[in-house]
């Protein structure tokens, strides 16, 4: 071997020094030894094929789609980096000859690393002083790009990227490697996916989208030009700013380049020389607040799939894994709402206009036997805009706090960090429930009065709402009537942590430090309040627990989608604790309570309704006898209020849908609602129901055994 190179290279060293990046041409001249010695402890042979067959595989950050339930409809996109992989048969053979003009002419002949490149390279940045040229090979940019792309720690991207000579002796190495495994086709169109065009566009179909409104498959030579000429400094040649000179100076250089390259005509280059930069820019929609405003109230399940998917295991060990994956990973993911029963649940929740209350009125609809959320709507504009919401109801606020009508992104409905509002009688469910799971009957009497006080609580004394509710119940008539002191006695005799640890298998949860404290295993045996709904609830979480019910024991956890597919198409997977890969997107159900006994409870819950009941009697009357009759089927349900009517709430469930509404302040928990809109929510319910099933067929509820109604 000649000692000339060597020479040269000696001749460098002052170059280096001074802080300029001729190393590119220390590394290509030295390369030969380099490769034979392992370069160094730095840069092992090892380690370097190791990250070149993980290049072959890697594939950079792709945005994630969310669907309306039809799964063609875009509702929103999640992304850091806006950006759809195409394949190269899918991108115009323009942008495929105007890039190769633009950033490496002699592509198709190199092997991954250009020595005429390099030495030119090397004779320009000598005489300059600096650097005029680079020598990256379009397969060596690319694996610059993919191991910053692929990087897990800073350090791995400060690798990729720094300017040193090792990191471009190390990257000839594995452009060279990487030829050998992947075609031209391959590399090119990996390049053209991972390449950055500015403006936010990430790869060719974002900078096609972004700048002229179209796909790669349909961009003319003039366009292809000018992306093509964006890639060497985004900024410099952005042509939406609002002089296009050094734009239209770098488009003309790629369309020479191809006019030289043979790829257009010398007429065709002169005639596209001629014609000004057109652009037409859109905007990629990100985040759920970018929900299209016909689908406004859709924000909201929007937000409800961003909290359910941190939540997932299947996509990171942690939240801030998880939502890394949904923003990178390419996901396709389609929402479970139905088009129909969310409209009729936005039609029959509280005006989103009446800018003059706080009060939230909200509902929520599941789906029995597979936890599909099917509508969740709430008088409230999905909105980051609070500038036109009044002050805070709160006093404790002050008055710089505004409220969170009419414009909230907070999660009203559930699934977020919210801890709900007490739900009132609608949790006489948990402890009947466990009562007849324990082997009580329906006919479990008890000579209710008016106020009982409870040795098992510690001598708490509760009362009923009416003298009208005291008297012999059984199961039917106590809940019918929403019997506190029934219910009270009843707690006591299958135990109220029973009834606790009922409803957390049912999926509820203790938000507040009080609620965890009094469900705590120390302490839920003298919870008797539990009965009467003292705790937060969720109306998502509420409409689910019943679901169950409906689902005769069967209780699946709320699932806010109907799919979920790779960037490949694939259906996105998970691996159980005992091993077996299943769905994501699945129903995740597990038997609760026996049949039987879930039959039973919903025979009792018809009372409330003005329902009949399948086996025993309601005793007269009931708390919203209205509902059997609007919705026209069998109905069962609860009704819930608080204390000073602070929330009202009403639960019902027909064999097809289980419905949760309320109105409360989420503000201010004190500020009471009042008697006179505790029947919002009952309405809501009963009339969305009604049109949600409106023209499908009548089911009847199973009644229960002889031997359950006692």
């Not at 191991?147 to 897990?152: G, P, V």
């Not at 990973?329 to 009729?344: C, E, H, M, N, T």
Request: aromatic share 8%.
């Amino acid at each position: 071997m000649s000692n000339r190179p060597l020479a040269a290279a000696g001749r460098l060293v002052p170059l280096l020094r001074a802080g300029l990046i001729a190393g590119i041409v220390v590394a290509a001249v030295a390369y030969p030894v380099a490769a034979a010695t392992g370069i160094g402890a730095k840069v092992t042979a090892h380690a370097l094929e190791h990250k070149t067959k993980i290049l072959t595989t890697a594939l950079p950050a792709e945005t994630s789609y969310l669907y309306a339930p039809d799964g063609r409809t875009v509702l929103t996109m999640f992304y850091e980096e806006y950006r759809q992989y195409t394949k190269l048969a899918d991108m115009s053979p323009n942008i495929q000859q105007a890039i190769v003009a633009a950033e490496d002419s002699r592509f198709y002949q190199h092997r991954g690393v250009d020595p005429k490149g390099v030495a030119r390279a090397f004779v320009a940045n000598a005489r300059s002083s600096g650097v005029s040229q680079g020598a990256s090979t379009l397969t060596m940019q690319y694996v610059r790009m993919a191991l910053r792309d692929s990087a897990k720690t800073p350090k791995e991207v400060q690798e990729a990227t720094q300017q040193t000579s090792i990191r471009k002796v190390r990257e000839m190495r594995m452009a060279l490697d990487l030829e050998k495994e992947l075609s031209k086709e391959q590399i090119l169109e990996r390049y053209l996916n991972s390449a950055y065009f500015g403006h936010r566009a990430y790869g060719i179909y974002a900078a096609s989208e972004i700048f002229f409104s179209k796909t790669p498959k349909d961009l003319t030579p003039v366009e292809a030009a000018t992306l093509a000429g964006l890639v060497k400094s985004p900024s410099q040649y952005d042509p939406a700013t609002s002089d296009q000179k050094d734009a239209t100076a770098r488009r003309n250089y790629v369309l020479d380049r191809m006019a030289g390259l043979g790829y257009l005509s010398p007429d065709a280059a002169a005639a596209a020389r001629s014609e000004p930069i057109r652009l037409k820019l859109s905007y990629p929609s990100n985040d759920c607040i970018s929900v299209p405003e016909k689908w406004n109230s859709w924000g909201f399940a929007c937000d409800y799939v961003k909290n359910w998917w941190s939540a997932q295991p299947a996509f990171g060990d942690n939240p801030l894994e998880r939502m890394d994956k949904l923003r990178r990973g390419g996901y396709r993911i389609v929402l479970s709402l139905d088009p129909k029963i969310q409209a009729a649940a936005e039609k029959n929740v509280g005006s989103k206009d009446n800018t003059g209350s706080p009060f939230a009125n909200g509902i929520v609809i599941t789906e029995p036997g597979t936890g599909r959320v099917k509508a969740m709507a709430v008088n409230r504009t999905y909105s980051l805009n609070l500038d036109e919401n009044p002050p805070s109801s709160n006093p404790e606020a002050g008055p710089k706090v505004k409220a969170n009508y009419p414009n909230t992104v907070a999660p009203l409905l559930g699934g977020g960090d919210l801890p709900g509002y007490q739900a009132g009688s609608t949790f006489k469910m948990f402890p009947m429930l466990a009562a007849l799971d324990a082997g009580l009957t329906l006919n479990t009497t008890f000579d209710a009065p008016h106020r009982y006080r409870s040795e098992v609580y510690n001598g708490w004394a509760p009362s009923n709402a009416s003298g009208a509710m005291s008297g012999t119940q059984t199961m039917w008539s106590g809940f019918g009537k929403s019997v506190n002191t029934y219910f009270v006695w009843l707690e006591e005799q299958v135990g109220a942590d029973r009834a606790v640890r009922l409803a957390e298998q049912l999926g509820l949860r203790w938000r507040t430090d009080v609620d965890r404290d009094h469900a705590s295993p120390a302490k839920a045996k003298t919870w008797g309040a539990f009965t009467l709904g003292v705790s937060d609830a969720t109306p998502l979480e509420m409409a689910n627990a019943y679901a169950a019910v409906a689902a005769e024991g069967r209780y699946c956890e709320a699932m806010p989608v109907q799919a979920i597919y790779n960037r490949d198409g694939t259906p996105a997977m998970y691996r159980t604790a005992s091993g077996i890969e299943r769905e994501v997107a699945k129903p995740r159900c597990r038997q609760v309570v026996e049949a039987d006994a879930a039959r039973a409870a919903t025979d009792a819950a018809r009372c409330p309704t003005g329902d009949t009941p399948a086996k025993g009697s309601c005793g007269g009357w009931s708390t919203a006898d209205s509902v059997r009759g609007t919705v026209g089927r069998p109905v069962a349900g609860k009704t819930g209020t608080t204390d000073s009517t602070r929330s009202a709430w009403f639960v019902g469930f027909t064999p097809e849908l289980a419905a949760a509404s309320f109105i409360s302040d989420p503000d201010n928990p004190f500020n009471a609602v009042g008697d006179g809109q505790s029947q919002i929510p009952i309405a809501a319910v009963s009339n969305t129901l009604k049109e949600a099933l409106k023209g499908k067929p009548v089911r009847q509820f199973t009644p229960p055994s002889d031997a359950i109604v006692g």
